[in-house]
């Protein structure tokens, strides 16, 4: 069964914590992003990889970090240096580079600080 | 700059009455228009989008959008409302210049009544 999996589905961290929300995908998709969703706001870009070992910071990276080091697996990092971490999050993929393909979403991760 | 708008918070409609989300847009160029829908604490699903060609898209779930360039407006609608479409719909815009952008509306809440 195809598609894209984020773990876990509600987190919690305390203040200055560093916590890691994983994002696997098994459609074979170059592209792989991570949104963040606020209510009332839509999502925003945090950060996007095209390829393996490559990735650009989106329209609000401060206070996030991310890795690819495999093609399925795009793992985001919120770090203490995130200011108001408590958000859904949401990880897509997209295959190639073309204008015209939809993304395709997971379910999320609910992430409030306690 | 690309931006979608979605001027309605929130739109109430009886089940069986014909339905209606709006959405507009700013692009510098060809737009590349897509409709998304979110159930509570759920990722994204793709509903439709509009690339080229007629201006009347049918898409998932008996969803359909009407892209009118003049007006600048690519509105999802329904003929017949069903209680299971109430969620939050999402129309979002392509960058041309970075196909891994899509700038997002701020989501529009349905609400359909029986």
């Known amino acids: 069964d195809g598609g894209i999996t984020q773990s876990p589905k509600y987190l919690f961290r305390k203040e200055g914590q560093n916590v890691t929300l994983s994002c696997e995908q098994n459609?074979?998709?170059?592209?792989m992003y991570w949104y963040r969703q606020d209510p009332g706001q839509g999502l925003r870009l945090i950060y996007y990889?095209?390829?393996?070992?490559?990735?650009q910071k989106g329209d609000i990276a401060e206070g996030y970090s991310v890795s690819r080091e495999k093609k399925e697996s795009f793992p985001l990092t919120v770090t203490s240096a995130q200011k108001n971490p408590t958000a859904f999050y949401l990880c897509?993929?997209?295959?190639?580079?073309?204008?015209?393909?939809?993304?395709?979403f997971g379910q999320g991760t609910r992430l409030t600080v306690v | 700059a690309q931006s979608v708008a979605q001027p309605e918070d929130q739109v109430n409609v009886a089940e069986g009455n014909p339905l209606t989300v709006k959405c507009t847009y700013s692009v510098s160029g060809n737009p590349y228009l897509f409709w998304y829908v979110q159930y509570p604490n759920r990722g994204l699903q793709f509903l439709l989008k509009y690339i080229t060609g007629d201006n009347l898209v049918k898409g998932s779930y008996g969803f359909e959008a009407e892209f009118n360039k003049s007006q600048t407006s690519f509105h999802l609608k329904k003929p017949s409302a069903l209680v299971s479409d109430s969620a939050l719909y999402f129309c979002?815009?392509?960058?041309?210049?970075?196909?891994?952008?899509?700038?997002f509306g701020s989501g529009t809440k349905l609400n359909v009544k029986p």
């Open positions: 979002a815009v392509r960058d041309i210049n970075n196909f891994n952008k899509f700038y």
């Open positions: 459609l074979n998709h170059d592209a």
């Open positions: 897509a993929s997209q295959p190639g580079q073309s204008l015209n393909t939809e993304a395709f």
């Open positions: 990889s095209q390829i393996v070992n490559d990735f």
